[in-house]
């Protein structure tokens, strides 16, 4: 298992080639990238910024979590800090399995945490020139819609 | 005790600083630091209850902060 924080490109390549092992009947990759149109603005390019330390931590947490619900330790996570150009990708999740199911419920619950709970923030270039910090349809007023008790 | 409180993207820019240095009394709590930080110029901007974290760890607004400790305010996430 490893994570990290990327200031360069990410290669969704050699992600598979690290977790592949012959114990293994299934790996899903799954890529994140950047989206030409968000909510109906033409965006043109966007930074991460994150809470370096934290982020870290975060990420190797929601990891080691699928880790052990899914019993697989071929899980490599990367997301990528900085400027990104549309069609970069920002994250890539790959996770190996003896079988197909574990693999994709753990890669899903990886995106989906990271979604609400990795500390980095986005600040999204538009084609007429406005930037504006967008946040995940996970989060309201600052907060997860889920229970925010339960941290 | 002075308590460092790290701001960050939005958070950051509203209050024009990415670090704040603040003088709590001891027993102070996440929401007292919370309050404090609401009550700056321009801390109206921040939500009544934003997720925080102490020590790189998201924290409760009930959860006792000391000087030593690292806490930020954590302005809504956008990884993926």
Redesign the interface.
Known sequence: MRTGMVEGPLDPRALLDEVAQHRNGATVLFVGTVREMNEGEAVSGLDYSAYAGMAESELASIAREAAARWATNDIVVEHRTGSLQLGEASVVIAVAHPHRGEAYEASRYIIEELKKRLPVWKREHYADGRAEWVANAEMENGKWKMDAEKV | MTVRV?L???YA?ALGASEVALEMPAGTLVRDVLARVKSLAAGKR??D???V?VN?????EDQAVTASDEV?I???????
């Open positions: 790290l960050f993207a939005s820019d921040i939500p209850r934003p997720l974290a790189q760890r998201y924290a409760r930020a954590i302005p809504p996430v956008a990884g993926g």
